[in-house]
């Protein structure tokens, strides 16, 4: 049995988190949930294509281009309804998001919120301790600062991850400089971004947390440590700031695509900062589920690195595992919307497409990729396109979604 925090990578995971003293990271508790209900078709997808017509069109829709495409088209019971290039793996984008928050939902609920938390020790000192709040603001850190004061002995502790964990190695320098490649760090105001990336968070925050006491009329001495640096022990709770429920930062991750908090979900979801362990329990979480893992790998949790490699079945069969989870719901829900919302919200709209399409997008230099869930008159269809190279994705896209929607092509 595979192993996750201590607990069974099963498909459905616990509900909520216990505290654990400062500068740890909290410890997946278990909880009731309802029963995960017997797998629907294989999560491994039928191994031949089922439905030679959508076949047929999908292949004319990508054309000459075929050898820079990989496509897979099931439905809700597993069949393998159409397959181009599906076992090929490919560099995915942001769709790489659709692996960490359903990691992320699995393992922590529905019902998780990320903690940002001011403790006071033993010898007066204060502590506080973070998870990666995406929308942690000033009005927020005022309240820390106006709390600080008369509470410690005018010491505090900032409990930050060391700069060489800040960024994903693979993220190419010119995108670190941007708000969508800002820093990953447990205390971020504002995800680390302004107009572009706040180069050195803890900085500003020790910066700013020292003017605002300064300002309500105290002083302290502000420093940095590392979370296992230890010495949490007898500490007492003082205040907390709690961020969105999941389906808001589910849906930060998948209907904005926004890479702070798809990181930020990686690392809770698999409970731990550490990204090489991280990428390392998520590999093990897929392989856990059932999925076709040949050539897949998780480098980080946005789809920023283009060392990341998925294949179009292993985000298929992810959506049709998700589908079954007794949180399925809320998975799906967290995705754009074909000419509604987020990502999709100018693609097919006044079509009949708009409203019948949920997903995730994902586009960096060369590659385009879409995955989701299509309502059709005979059911759901899972479907995922990557293509690293492709000339013009976008219309190709289109095209396999309105065939994949014909009715009759491919009766049960």
């Known amino acids: 049995m595979l192993l996750l925090s201590g607990m069974p990578m099963g498909l459905a995971g616990p509900a909520s988190a216990q505290l654990k003293p400062p500068g740890g990271i909290p410890q997946i508790a ?55 290039n599906g076992k090929r793996p490919r560099v995915p984008a942001s769709n790489q998001k659709l692996i960490s928050t359903a990691i992320a939902l699995d393992r922590l609920g529905p019902d998780y919120r990320l903690s940002t938390r001011l403790w006071r020790q033993p010898d007066g000192s204060l502590r506080i301790t973070g998870e990666g709040d995406p929308d942690l603001d000033l009005a927020q850190l005022r309240r820390f600062a106006k709390l600080a ?13 060391p700069p060489q964990r800040w960024w994903p190695q693979g993220w190419e320098w010119a995108d670190r400089y941007e708000a969508y490649g800002a ?29 605002e006491i300064k300002r309500q009329g105290g002083s302290a001495a502000i420093t940095l440590m590392a979370p296992n640096a230890g010495g949490g022990d007898g500490a007492e709770l003082l205040h907390e700031e709690r961020s969105v429920g999941m389906h808001g930062l589910l849906s930060l991750a998948n209907t904005d695509s926004h890479n702070f908090t798809a990181e ?33 790998t998780v480098v980080d949790g946005s789809g920023l690195d283009r060392g990341n490699r998925v294949t179009s079945r292993l985000l298929a069969a992810l959506l049709l ?28 709209r006044g079509t009949e497409l708009e409203g019948q399409f949920l997903g995730k997008t994902g586009t960096i230099s060369g590659v385009r990729s879409i995955s ?18 492709a000339g013009s994705p976008n219309g190709t896209i289109g095209v396999i ?10 009766p049960a």
């Not at 004061?149 to 991850?161: H, Y």
């Not at 760090?185 to 003017?211: C, E, G, I, Y």
């Open 264 to 296: 930020v979900l990686l690392r809770q979801g698999t409970g731990t900062w550490d990204l090489p362990l991280a990428r390392q329990r998520a590999m093990q979480w897929l392989s856990a589920q059932g999925l076709p893992m040949a050539g897949v």
């Open 149 to 161: 004061l008369g509470s410690g002995n005018g010491r505090i502790l900032l409990v930050e991850e």
């Open 321 to 348: 595992r998700m589908a079954q989870h007794p949180y399925g719901h809320q998975y799906t829900a967290s995705m754009a919307i074909a000419g509604q919302r987020g990502t999709l919200r100018s693609l097919w």
């Open 401 to 410: 979604l309105r065939e994949s929607r014909q009715p009759g092509l491919c």
């Open 372 to 389: 989701g869930v299509l309502e059709t008159p005979e059911g759901p269809r899972y479907l995922s396109m990557v293509s690293n190279g």
């Open 183 to 211: 820093p990953i760090t447990r205390l971020a105001l504002t995800s680390n971004a302004l107009d572009m990336a706040v180069p050195n968070p803890p900085s500003r925050l020790q910066r700013l947390l020292s003017q």
């Open 30 to 84: 278990a909880s009731s949930l309802p029963a995960t209900p017997p797998p629907v078709g294989l999560p491994l997808l039928q191994g031949q294509v089922s439905c030679p017509a959508l076949q047929q069109r999908i292949q004319a829709a990508v054309g000459g281009e075929a050898a820079v495409w990989s496509i897979t088209v099931t439905d809700g019971s597993g069949r393998l309804l159409a397959d181009i």
